[in-house]
């Protein structure tokens, strides 16, 4: 213990305190943020109390969902947004497709409710990555009508990439136009890329008929048939912002997509 007599330092600045959302100048709708998610633990600890500071500054409702896939499949990213939309509740109107890696550092970035259309908050111009002009990933939001009316993503993608070109066809064939920021002068600095590919390798392994299936267009499948069963739900805080955990079960169908597995 420090005595009496001694010298006493500052106390740490406080910082600001979030705008509550009953203010008149939050808007009237709700966001649920769909985080796709496995086993990447401390990229979590940084995403979730950023995420809800950042929004909360711009007065957007919104929700966490942390969707973590706790089966024994390769990662299903697709299949894993389906399963966070059906399970996000009523009171949200609109989602994010938000990856866990990939952190806005401009707050001139809109993440408002898409009435026009898909908003492409991470667009080829300003992501450090993807640079090629339809590329949707990183972070996309839709209405939730809109989502629907794209039956949602396919499920035939297990492990890393590429169900986010599938889903850009989809837009378009559900006369659909997306749209991205403008007047973002940061380019690719307007975000933070948590990913160390150096450790933590992605699975971007092709079996078998998964080759040519990659490039395909998924006509029948979608939110109208991601099969899951929610193990856990779990209402959590992060450094002092809320999130919901959902553990989910993903199913398979190895005669469909034998390559959900490694064999």
């Known amino acids: 213990g420090q005595s009496r007599g001694g010298s006493r330092q500052p106390c740490p600045p406080q910082a600001p305190l979030l705008p509550a959302e009953d203010e008149p100048s939050w808007g009237p709708h709700r966001l649920a943020l769909l985080v796709p998610f496995r086993e990447r633990f401390e990229e979590l600890l940084a995403f979730v109390p ?18 973590n ?10 299949s894993l947004i389906n399963v966070g939309f059906l399970e996000s509740g009523n009171d949200t109107d609109y989602i994010a497709m938000h990856d866990v890696d990939l952190l806005p550092l401009n707050e001139q970035l809109d993440y408002g409710f898409p009435e026009a259309g898909p908003f492409h908050v991470a667009s080829p111009e300003l992501h450090p990555l993807y640079h090629y002009k339809t590329y949707v990933g990183g972070i996309l939001l839709l209405t939730k009508q809109h989502y629907e009316m794209c039956n949602g993503m396919s499920n035939r993608f297990w492990g890393w990439g ?22 973002i002068t940061t380019g690719y600095e307007t975000f933070q890329h948590l990913h160390d590919p150096a450790w933590r390798k992605r699975d971007q392994k092709r079996i078998a008929a998964q080759k040519q299936e990659q490039f395909k267009v998924d006509r029948e499948g979608g939110l109208n048939n991601v099969r899951y069963r929610i193990e856990s739900r779990t209402a959590l805080s992060v450094a002092g912002a809320p999130c919901t955990v959902l553990n989910i079960l993903l199913d398979c169908d190895t005669s469909e997509t034998p390559w959900c597995t490694f064999g």
């Open 50 to 67: 950023y995420m809800h500071r950042f929004l909360s500054k711009k007065r957007i409702r919104h929700h966490i969902f942390i969707l």
């Open 69 to 78: 896939q706790v089966d024994h499949f390769r990662f299903n990213r697709a």
């Open 162 to 183: 590429r169900e986010d070109d599938e889903f850009y066809r989809r837009i378009k064939g559900a006369g659909l136009q997306v749209r991205r920021p403008s007047g």
